[in-house]
């Protein structure tokens, strides 16, 4: 039987210990997805399909490429460990966390006992002292060539032993509190106890080589209220920029530990730099443990991290890590489209961190990150069947035939699978991110029709969305506490309904509007005042009361800094929180030669139809044309844009995001 009452996620709640002086937490608390109840038509269906399709196929795929294997013959340490990388196990835990956050919404007997059997081979595979890493353990005389002859010799940057824990902690509080089980849970805590005893400031030192570890740390200290799993992901922040193997003269990342995010002390840090997946874990992590000692060289090492992430390192659909090779950020404004990278589990990484930012701080700019990233650069990582998936994603394809090494389709999965696995449990933790609270101050963050029951001065109060959203600005709350009760609604006012395309100078909208977010209550107009982005609702509210918002849904030109190269003289078009792109198959068959003027207007219409609906942008465009073999021109033709998330569902074929505004520069290349 599930059991929702243990189930708080990302829950800020902590058992208070005696001798501990630091009990510290975030300001604002998560009201838990199990407490909001989704009945929209955009989310719900992909939790659904997360459920029937994406878990399953995650877990068979686990079987058939020898993932689950491993950890039978680790079990029997006899073998040949018979995956490619030493974090396979990892899809697994991942797959784990998924499926315990699923359960918790949809009851799934059969899919219960499948993760109990899973959890019984992990059991059996970790050794006595609870050590767990089937790349050792299968052949400790012949370990996997990244793990290096002894436990822990190649952590700082090969062997992700302390990654693989990391996941499976995560895996394991998700486990325990979606069905009250603590049989993943011992496990995690019995290889949690071996870490605390091996690495500390009078232990063994090593900067973990791929974070995840601290952020699982924090979860289990959560649950448990055990100092050392804090102070040991503390530990393991701090740790960073403390090692003297690396050539501080070198510019190359690996060399000089920056790729690790490991080159300095991470409060000198004030750049994203390095693998981007990486990255977004650490800030992720230190704003967690800020929150629980009050850090505050932490808070301000993360808050200027962010300012550089958005001001100078943000795709215009949400996407962070710009450069292939590494996986990584590239310099300031180093934004290409061509070659752009953006990883799925990169974003993945940025929402966790902006959801972490805005319960630090409570201002609704991170919201407005982790909704552009979630509605865009994220989804855009799985397909809508829920089966195939993008491992990057992609600002542009054009010369399809040409350039045959990118990536214009989605994959069923990957030798290296982080990104699919990563999707599973992300998915259905949306309903998590719709609603906050502080006191008596209830935050509507995310618009999503469904409802959900909260409790003020242990006072029930229930409050429920309608609406169409991302297609339809129109949002209805109805707010219905048991009797009489004064609080505060903090409606949040995306930034692009008030005329930010984002938080930075990063990206702007071509052109200002005086169209503002209007609010009734009860049909009767209101001026509310706007703090930190959030319309201030305070009164004695009475069962039934209903707050409308209509957000502006205009057609919006956005256009880059001066410093983003490859944007200059192109604008990028979204409406509402969607970003959009032109592909082939609405467009004559390519879209690298489409013009977007300044006198083009643009109309939205809903397509119940395409693309399981969407609303695309229509207007008359002119595009190059080649006449013959000697002559070119322009001609205006129909044109479609759709939202970037839905790409890729029709073959393979050009697709844009930025489109030039003239045509000041034509390349000629020779025919084959």
Request: hydrophobic share 40%; proline share 5%; net charge neutral.
């Amino acid at each position: 039987m599930i059991m929702r009452k243990f189930f708080l996620l990302l829950s800020c709640s902590v058992v208070v210990l005696s001798g501990w002086s630091q009990q510290k937490d975030y300001p604002i608390q998560v009201v838990p997805f199990t407490q909001v109840k989704l009945t929209d038509s955009f989310w719900l269906p992909r939790i659904k399909i997360n459920h029937t399709v994406t878990i399953p196929a995650s877990f068979e795929r686990c079987e058939s490429t020898g993932r689950v294997r491993n950890f039978e013959m680790a079990a029997a340490q006899s073998g040949k460990f018979c995956t490619v990388y030493p974090f396979d196990d990892t899809d697994i835990y991942k797959t784990i966390e998924g499926a315990s956050f699923s359960l918790s919404l949809y009851p799934d007997k059969a899919l219960e006992d499948y993760i109990d059997t899973l959890i019984l081979k992990i059991r059996s595979a970790q050794e006595p002292d609870g050590y767990l890493y089937t790349a050792r353990t299968i052949n400790p005389g012949e370990p996997h060539l990244w793990a290096g002859k002894e436990r822990w010799e190649k952590e700082r940057e090969q062997s992700h032993e302390l990654y693989n824990a990391g996941h499976l902690y995560e895996a394991a509080t998700a486990h325990y509190q979606a069905t009250g089980k603590k049989n993943l849970l011992d496990i995690a805590l019995k290889n949690a106890d071996l870490v605390c005893s091996v690495f500390g400031p009078d232990k063994k030192h090593v900067a973990p080589g791929h974070e995840v570890i601290e952020m699982g740390l924090v979860k289990l200290y959560r649950i448990t209220g055990k100092k050392e799993y804090l102070e040991t992901a503390k530990y393991f922040i701090e740790e960073r920029g403390h090692y003297d193997g690396y050539d501080s003269k070198s510019d190359d990342p690996w060399k000089n530990g920056a790729y690790w995010q490991d080159h300095i002390p991470v409060v000198e840090q004030n750049e994203a730099v390095g693998h981007a997946v990486r990255a977004g874990y650490l800030y992720a992590a230190m704003t967690d443990v800020a929150a629980l000692t009050n850090d505050k060289e932490f808070i301000h090492a993360v808050d200027t991290i962010w300012e550089n992430v958005v001001g100078k390192k943000l795709y215009v659909q949400g996407g962070i890590g710009a450069v292939g090779n590494g996986e990584r950020f590239g310099a300031n404004y180093e934004l290409p489209n061509a070659t752009a990278y953006n990883e799925t589990c990169a974003s993945i990484a940025n929402v966790y961190w902006n959801h972490r930012m805005f319960l630090l701080h409570g201002e609704s700019k991170y919201i407005d990150i982790l909704e552009k990233t979630l509605y865009n650069g994220l989804i855009s990582g799985v397909g809508m069947d829920g089966n195939s998936f993008f491992y990057t994603n992609a600002m542009e394809i054009k010369n399809i035939f040409e350039h045959k090494d990118m990536e214009a389709a989605r994959s069923g999965w990957f030798t290296c699978s982080c990104c699919p696995t990563n999707v599973t449990r992300l998915i259905p933790a949306i309903p998590g991110y719709v609603y906050a609270q502080k006191n008596s101050d209830v935050y509507a963050n995310l618009f999503i029709a469904g409802s959900t029951t909260i409790a003020i001065n242990k006072k029930s109060i229930q409050i429920e969305q309608e609406n169409n959203y991302p297609w339809d600005g129109n949002l209805i709350f109805r707010i219905s506490p048991r009797s009489p009760l004064a609080f505060t609604m903090r409606i949040r006012i995306p930034g692009w309904a008030r005329g930010q395309a984002i938080p930075s100078d990063l990206y702007a909208f071509q052109q200002q509007t005086d169209k503002k977010a209007q609010i009734k209550i009860n049909g009767e107009a209101i001026n509310y005042s706007l703090e930190d982005g959030y319309a201030i609702l305070k009164r004695t509210w009475r069962k039934g009361d209903v707050v409308e918002v209509n957000l502006p849904m205009d057609v919006r030109r956005v256009v880059a800094n001066n410093k983003l190269k490859d944007d200059l003289g192109k604008v990028a078009l979204q409406r509402g929180p969607i970003i959009y792109c032109a592909e082939w198959p609405d467009n004559n068959g390519e879209v690298s030669n489409i013009i977007v003027p300044a006198e083009a207007t643009f109309e939205a219409e809903f397509k119940p139809s395409m693309l399981k609906g969407i609303t695309i942008l229509k207007s008359e465009v002119p595009a190059v044309r080649i006449l013959n073999e000697r002559n070119v021109t322009t001609q205006y033709q129909p044109f479609v844009a759709i939202p970037y998330y839905a790409w890729a569902h029709r073959g393979k074929g050009e697709m844009m995001i930025w489109f030039p505004t003239s045509v000041k520069h034509v390349e000629i290349i020779p025919a084959h």
